[in-house]
């Protein structure tokens, strides 16, 4: 397998620190904008102009704008771009919309663990980390191996993946890989990764 897998860029919910979950359409800021097109000057580097790979996309309004950015730099159509809802941020279900503060008021507990970043309860009528695992397996299942890909999907999305492809620590019995800044750009081939670009971004479950 050659992926290149992404998330998207800074979010006016990121920035104010709102849970996002994956139907809110939460577009980005202009932080968000000027990361996308970093990441998009770093991927035209390696990439060169219409590179020919597979280009998957979560069906998100925020992965769709990064896309968007990412193309222009590429030459690449944006309507080449698949859609697949498996590649969508875990469902925060009664948590979306709502405040990181707030849901911790309510709960009078963190819902996140300072160390590895992720939510230590499940969201109240969402999904928990083995559903995610499993629609990214299944999704995996149906690709072309042997075809390249780039990939913008979400954080905790993009972590399971590349924990099912490159190994991760565990955490509620899926293997989950290390966080990285916001913008952060990964190259996974053959069981290994590497950093094609570093973002400027934050770290952590807030920018989801």
């Keep these: 397998m050659d992926l290149i897998l992404a998330r998207h860029a800074e979010t006016v919910f990121n920035a104010a620190a709102r849970m996002q979950g994956n139907s809110a359409h939460t577009p980005l800021t202009r932080t ?25 996309v979560s069906p998100s309004g925020r992965t769709q704008q990064t896309a968007a950015i990412v193309s222009e730099h590429l030459g690449v159509p944006f309507f080449d771009w698949q859609q ?11 948590w979306e ?16 663990c300072p160390d590895r970043r992720l939510f230590r309860v499940p969201p109240p009528g969402g999904e928990w980390f083995p559903e995610i695992a499993a629609r990214l ?9 042997t075809r390249p890909l ?6 905790i999305t993009a ?3 590349r924990g099912i492809l490159v190994g991760g620590q565990d955490w509620q019995g899926v293997p989950v890989a290390a966080d990285a800044p916001q913008g952060t750009v990964f190259h996974i081939r053959d069981g ?17």
Excluded: K, N
């Design 84 to 94: 697949d809802t498996r590649l969508l941020e875990i469902d925060v279900g009664q």
């Design 137 to 145: 397996t299944d999704w995996l299942a149906g690709l072309d191996m």
């Design 159 to 161: 972590r399971v993946l």
């Design 192 to 208: 290994a990764e590497t950093m094609l670009h570093v973002g400027s971004g934050v770290q952590g479950v807030r920018a989801a």
């Design 97 to 112: 919309g709502r405040y990181y503060a707030d849901i911790v008021a309510d709960l009078g507990e963190h819902i996140v």
């Design 32 to 56: 968000g904008i000027a990361q996308a097109e970093a990441m998009g000057a770093a991927l035209r580097d390696v990439l060169g102009d219409a590179p020919d790979r597979d280009f998957w």
């Design 150 to 155: 780039l990939v913008i999907s979400h954080g």
